[in-house]
């Protein structure tokens, strides 16, 4: 499968790159297909799936950014095989550190591949080659060398539940992190609900979002319920996002109460936030299973939530991409024509096909990323 190189650059609002190397090994320098190859019948290919990405499929793909995470949880189970799940709040402050020490250690190890996107002025460094020239990588090209470009990288903290109290947010402010989601796990209730309870923010809650608010963070509502959502998008005074999360009204409840209802999407769109489509057949099409032939869901059904976006904001300029690949789900599970990430340019052709002109698809894939980090880093 070949993809086309798109008249313009991919941004991905979600990624586990730190979770997958620390908990499984994955070298983030190799292909997908390579990595599945090292790992048929592994534990790693049991328990979060085949590979989907890698540095050079970002560069055939045209993934100029990622919004990558620092994500651990609280030790739900007595599986010893994931390392990172907390006990105790010093447990996850441990954690949180070596994963930003792992986004550290490859960006400054390999500073032509990665960069650590903190600030506006990275932002302009890490996207400007990409967007004069595209990247073209081949393997098995011997003739010319390859042109390539590294990849931003913008640290988003997916959970904060392992918070000793709020004001320490700064610390993992001044250590790079620029986005916070405060919930994480369906029952999760410390800040606010997750998306298997009905309750809303606590106190210590909207003292969080003060601190991150002051602190000038983005918050990230993906894993809250409706309620918290809301409450959310009321009170606080920066600016949100959904980093990775699909449209409720076009899947089935209660399985789909970790997406959003239109509600929350209009009111969203109404403070200027993005929301990232994830490609995951069972969060794309209603009854999908495990058993079902990979034909069965195509990039037309992740296009019907990116339009679904659409038709409710009235324009282009709040849906996005937020994959989520590698993040505890892996190949086959994704629509059939994304053999990896490389592929995601293929979406392309099948918003076109729907009317969508070049400049919406462009904003779509990346630009709308791009334009809220804009405004948004310090």
Not at 348 to 371: H, K, P, T
Request: aromatic share 8%.
């Amino acid at each position: 499968m070949t993809s086309p190189t798109p008249p313009f650059i991919l941004i991905d609002g979600h990624q586990d790159l730190a979770y997958n190397a620390l908990a499984f090994g994955r070298d983030l320098l190799l292909p997908a297909v390579e990595k599945r190859r090292l790992e048929a019948g592994s534990l790693t290919e049991q328990r979060n799936g085949g590979a989907n990405l890698g540095w050079p499929d970002y560069q055939r793909g045209q993934i100029a950014l990622i919004i990558a995470t620092l994500y651990i949880s609280a030790r739900l189970s007595p599986d010893d095989w994931d390392t990172q799940t907390y006990r105790s709040r010093a447990e996850a402050a441990r954690l949180w550190e070596k994963q930003v020490e792992y986004y550290y250690r490859l960006t400054g190890e390999h500073p032509d591949k990665f960069r650590l996107v903190r600030e506006r002025r990275e932002l302009q460094e890490v996207l400007a080659p990409w967007r004069a020239k595209p990247a073209r990588f081949d393997v098995a090209g011997e003739d010319e060398l390859p042109v390539t470009h590294p990849v931003g990288l913008v640290l988003l903290m997916e959970n904060a539940e392992g918070l000793g109290e709020p004001a320490e947010m700064e610390r993992w402010y001044e250590r790079g992190v620029r986005l916070v989601g405060p919930v994480w796990a369906a029952n999760e209730t410390r800040f606010c609900g997750g998306t298997r309870t009905d309750e809303g923010f606590t106190r210590e809650g909207y003292a969080l979002l003060d601190v991150m608010a002051g602190l000038g963070m983005t918050l990230d509502i993906a894993h809250m319920n409706e309620r918290s959502a809301l409450q959310a998008l009321d009170r606080y005074e920066g600016a949100v996002v959904a980093t990775h999360a699909n449209c409720r009204a076009l899947l089935r409840e209660p399985e789909t109460l970790r997406h959003l209802t239109d509600t929350v999407i209009r009111r969203l769109v109404e403070r200027g936030g993005v929301m990232g489509v994830i490609p995951l057949s069972t969060w794309l099409r209603p009854g999908w299973s495990a058993e079902d032939p990979r034909e069965a869901t195509t990039l037309a059904h992740m296009a019907n939530h990116i339009d679904h976006i659409c038709q409710l904001a009235g324009d282009a300029e709040h849906a996005a991409l937020g994959t989520d690949l590698d993040g505890g789900w892996g190949w086959p599970t994704t629509p059939v024509e994304l053999e990896t990430i490389a592929d995601l340019p293929r979406l392309a052709q099948v918003l076109q096909d729907r009317g969508y002109e070049q400049a919406q698809v462009a904003a779509i894939l990346g630009g709308n990323w791009s334009r809220f980090l804009e405004r948004s880093l310090p």
